[in-house]
């Protein structure tokens, strides 16, 4: 299918989505972010993706923040079904996928942009990238989870200074506090995110996604992480996947996993 702002490419069961407004900095707009919910939302249900990296196009940016000639003269009530709708078919829909999520951090991941990469399970960034949540130079703050997610990934005060003074870091200041995984050069970026979700991919696909949700329940409000984690670790013993893996082990042989 084809996508007016999104490169989608299916290789070796990784799916490859590329934002591609290069001319814009690969800002997001609501016709990207409708395209992100309809790809990403498919992919959670086909057989034939195995994992998905994000990247953006060209060597500038990830995604240098929201658009914000989209939003210019909203008001209060239309800045909050904003974040909202944002939230809710965008990035908790990331951040839920049962298939791990990459972020490849190619350029700029500014504003809406770091947000995104934040929604993702892991983030490889270039050594060249620059990440930062500036938007209270707009008068504005972070709407799309970004208040939440960099808390969680840094800590608060780190998080506090990140928000509050909008500035921008390194890769390796990233890398330093925990923002990031991995920090490599931009020729190494897509393959060094292609070697990591390829390892995942060996794993059992049923447990991946059942740690996934364990994962997450560490940060979702109102949620008990430990009974959530015993509840998956459960769901694993009713599993092909376990059989498999375990029939596998004591055999000696490679897994042969299905995901069921």
Do not use: W
Not at 87 to 99: L, M, P
Request: contains cysteine; proline residues 2%.
């Amino acid at each position: 299918m084809t996508y007016s702002n999104l490169l989608v490419e299916n290789r070796e069961r990784i799916l490859f989505i590329t934002i591609n407004r290069e001319y814009k900095l690969n800002a997001l707009n609501k016709a990207t972010l409708a395209e992100l919910h309809e790809v990403v939302t498919a992919s959670a249900h086909d057989e034939h993706v195995g994992g998905l990296i994000i990247s953006g196009a060209g060597e500038k940016a990830f995604v240098a923040g929201a658009d914000i000639t989209e939003f210019a003269d909203f008001n209060a009530d239309e800045g909050r079904e904003l974040a909202r709708e944002g939230q809710i078919k965008v990035f908790d829909v990331i951040q839920n996928h049962s298939k791990p999520v990459i972020a490849a951090i190619n350029g700029f991941a500014l504003g809406g942009g770091l947000e995104l990469a934040m929604a993702c399970h892991i983030r490889l960034a270039a050594s060249v990238a620059k990440m930062g949540l500036p938007e209270v130079s707009l008068g504005l703050i972070p709407g799309y989870g970004g208040t939440q997610r960099l808390t969680h990934l840094i800590g608060k005060g780190r998080a506090m200074e990140m928000i509050l003074t909008g500035d921008m870091i390194q890769a390796e200041e990233a890398y330093r506090i925990g923002l990031v995984n991995h920090v490599c050069d931009s020729a190494d970026l897509l393959p060094k995110a292609s070697e990591l979700i390829k390892k995942i991919m060996t794993r059992s696909p049923f447990a991946v996604g059942c740690a996934i949700r364990a994962i997450n329940a560490a940060t979702e409000a109102g949620v008990n992480g430990y009974e959530t984690e015993v509840s998956e670790f459960s769901n694993c013993f009713g599993s092909e996947d376990f059989r498999e893996g375990v029939s596998a082990f004591l055999a000696k042989r490679k897994a042969e996993f299905r995901g069921q």
